[in-house]
């Protein structure tokens, strides 16, 4: 049984076959004691009639068993009219003043004493406010005759019942069929879906019709087709870009070199300072790509140090201060004196600065300026590097540290590959950060490190 939706539509139709069918069990055995008690307690106060008005009649009990006893198969009961009787079926034992069975059904030898035990029970039978006798109920459980309307009224309350379980279950199957097709619709869509996405169309959209337990997968899976194309066409792009990066500086290297080979050009320091920095860029695309090779394989190693957060800021900052002079731009640190040495890897969160620090040079117009500052917050330490620029624009900022993600291209214009973010964010991230983007109050882009407890001393 591999369907779904047959499971489903079983078991709704078992489901309510329990139910009714246990309903129906108790539905019958409560109206036929319900109906038994009725009947009893019917036949009880006629049997009192009956005996009270033959001990008027008589003045005693002679004779009694003689005028019952062809009266009971099935017995009489008096109605309406003391002259007329009707058939009771009720089992009973009459008991005389002296304490003395006179009568029973099933019949039994008469005169029996009876003990005050056995009558706690028994109806009283009062005559001029004397107690003449007591009439005994029979325990017994009552049978009717196939013949009997009582026999024949129960039958007709099964038969009833019988018929409402099986329109019951008939229902219980029709809806179990609507319900088990309706449930499963969104899961065959999902299944379609997934072909449609293994053959390559990527995107593939289902309809989210409900907001339970199967709308929420359905929106996680049309969440994960857009991620899916999304990174699909981010990696083709970047597989692009990065070809591109690694055939400029190839295509350069191997244009002088055979220019050297064949003596069409002469080996000047220029030549050879602009082989060197070929070489350096096609190294530093190689080596980016390897770190985040390595970040993927959970594989980057880090040296953990006791780091004076304040000085590497400053030294991060020297390094950058003639690129940032030769582009006019203003490069300050800004960070309390008193900040705690923390335990980190000072060499990979400089590349971490190196990087955003490139990033926002890259987009700070001359006469702008670029900040590095940090301070304690609850719980860490927070590093931000913010910028004069014009922004992130809002549509790129959930992606902006997404590998392969290209956004505003006026912002990805330059020969970079567009994996420094990447790198900055896998490097923080290994050291148990976090790190973030945001648009400042005044324009600009503030990246945001926050290092978790990573306080080794004050």
Same mark, same amino acid.
């Given at each position: 049984?591999?369907?779904?939706?047959?499971?489903?539509?079983?078991?709704?139709?078992?489901?309510?076959?329990?139910?009714?069918?246990?309903?129906?069990?108790?539905?019958?055995?409560?109206?036929?004691?319900?109906? !038994?008690?009725?009947?009893?307690?019917?036949?009880?106060?006629?049997?009192?009639? #009956? /005996?009270?008005?033959?001990?008027?009649?008589?003045?005693?009990?002679?004779?009694?068993?003689? $005028?019952?006893? &062809?009266?009971?198969?099935?017995?009489?009961?008096?109605?309406?009219?003391?002259?007329?009787?009707?058939?009771?079926?009720?089992?009973?034992?009459?008991?005389?003043?002296?304490?003395?069975?006179?009568?029973?059904?099933?019949?039994?030898? &008469?005169?029996?004493?009876?003990?005050?035990?056995?009558?706690?029970?028994?109806?009283?039978?009062?005559?001029?406010?004397?107690?003449? +006798?007591?009439?005994?109920?029979?325990?017994?459980?009552?049978?009717? #005759?196939?013949?009997?309307?009582?026999?024949?009224?129960?039958?007709?309350?099964?038969?009833?019942?019988?018929?409402? #379980?099986?329109?019951?279950?008939?229902? *219980?199957?029709?809806?179990?069929?609507?319900?088990?097709?309706?449930?499963?619709?969104?899961?065959?869509?999902?299944?379609?879906?997934?072909?449609?996405?293994?053959?390559?169309? /990527?995107? *593939?959209?289902?309809?989210?019709?409900?907001?339970?337990?199967?709308?929420?997968?359905?929106?996680?899976?049309?969440?994960?087709?857009?991620?899916?194309?999304?990174?699909?066409?981010?990696?083709?792009?970047?597989?692009?870009?990065?070809?591109?990066?690694?055939?400029? &500086?190839?295509?350069?290297?191997?244009?002088?070199?055979?220019?050297?080979?064949?003596?069409?050009?002469?080996?000047?320091?220029?030549?050879?300072?602009?082989?060197?920095?070929?070489?350096?860029?096609?190294?530093?695309?190689?080596?980016?790509?390897?770190?985040?090779?390595?970040?993927?394989?959970?594989?980057?190693?880090?040296?953990?140090?006791?780091?004076?957060?304040?000085?590497?800021?400053?030294?991060?900052?020297?390094?950058?201060?003639?690129?940032?002079?030769?582009?006019?731009?203003?490069?300050?640190?800004?960070?309390?004196?008193?900040?705690?040495?923390?335990?980190?890897?000072?060499?990979?969160?400089?590349?971490?600065?190196?990087?955003?620090?490139?990033?926002?040079?890259?987009?700070?117009?001359?006469?702008?300026?670029?900040? /590095?500052?940090?301070? #304690?917050?609850?719980?860490?330490?927070?590093?931000?590097?913010?910028?004069?620029?014009? +922004?992130?624009?809002?549509?790129?900022?959930?992606?902006? $540290?997404?590998?392969?993600?290209?956004?505003?291209?006026?912002?990805?214009?330059?020969?970079?590959?567009? /994996? +420094?973010?990447?790198?900055?964010?896998?490097?923080?991230?290994?050291?148990?950060?976090?790190?973030?983007?945001?648009?400042?109050?005044?324009?600009?882009?503030?990246?945001?490190?926050?290092?978790?407890?990573?306080?080794? !001393?004050?």
């Amino acid at each position: 049984m591999r369907s779904i939706t047959l499971k489903l539509t079983l078991a709704f139709l078992i489901t309510s076959l329990i139910g009714t069918g246990l309903a129906a069990a108790l539905l019958h055995q409560q109206t036929r004691t319900a109906f !038994n008690q009725f009947i009893l307690s019917s036949d009880e106060q006629n049997i009192v009639d #009956t /005996l009270l008005q033959y001990y008027q009649d008589h003045g005693s009990w002679e004779g009694v068993n003689t $005028f019952l006893r &062809p009266l009971y198969s099935p017995l009489i009961r008096a109605g309406q009219d003391r002259g007329s009787i009707r058939r009771l079926t009720q089992r009973f034992t009459l008991v005389n003043a002296e304490y003395r069975v006179l009568y029973t059904n099933p019949p039994e030898p &008469p005169g029996r004493q009876v003990s005050n035990r056995e009558l706690e029970n028994a109806i009283p039978l009062k005559w001029n406010n004397e107690t003449i +006798g007591w009439v005994l109920r029979s325990s017994r459980q009552q049978d009717w #005759t196939a013949a009997s309307p009582e026999a024949e009224f129960l039958n007709r309350i099964n038969q009833i019942t019988l018929v409402s #379980t099986l329109v019951a279950a008939a229902l *219980a199957l029709l809806v179990g069929s609507v319900l088990a097709l309706t449930m499963t619709r969104s899961l065959r869509e999902l299944t379609e879906m997934t072909r449609e996405i293994a053959r390559g169309k /990527l995107g *593939a959209q289902v309809q989210v019709r409900t907001q339970d337990e199967l709308g929420i997968l359905a929106t996680s899976f049309n969440q994960m087709s857009l991620d899916l194309q999304r990174s699909t066409q981010a990696r083709k792009q970047m597989t692009a870009d990065i070809a591109h990066d690694l055939r400029s &500086p190839i295509s350069v290297i191997s244009g002088y070199a055979e220019a050297l080979s064949d003596g069409k050009l002469p080996g000047t320091p220029e030549v050879f300072s602009i082989l060197h920095q070929e070489s350096l860029h096609l190294n530093r695309l190689v080596e980016d790509l390897r770190t985040l090779s390595l970040a993927d394989a959970g594989e980057l190693s880090l040296m953990f140090l006791p780091t004076d957060l304040r000085l590497l800021l400053e030294q991060t900052a020297a390094r950058h201060a003639l690129a940032a002079r030769q582009k006019g731009i203003s490069l300050q640190v800004e960070a309390p004196s008193g900040l705690p040495m923390v335990k980190i890897d000072p060499e990979r969160m400089a590349q971490v600065l190196a990087n955003l620090i490139s990033n926002a040079f890259r987009f700070t117009p001359a006469g702008g300026s670029v900040t /590095l500052s940090a301070q #304690t917050v609850p719980d860490g330490i927070q590093i931000e590097v913010s910028d004069t620029g014009s +922004g992130i624009l809002p549509d790129d900022l959930p992606y902006i $540290f997404d590998r392969f993600y290209r956004g505003d291209k006026s912002r990805q214009g330059s020969a970079e590959s567009g /994996l +420094g973010l990447a790198i900055a964010r896998s490097i923080v991230e290994a050291h148990g950060g976090k790190i973030s983007a945001r648009n400042g109050d005044q324009n600009g882009a503030v990246f945001s490190i926050f290092l978790p407890n990573p306080t080794i !001393n004050p």
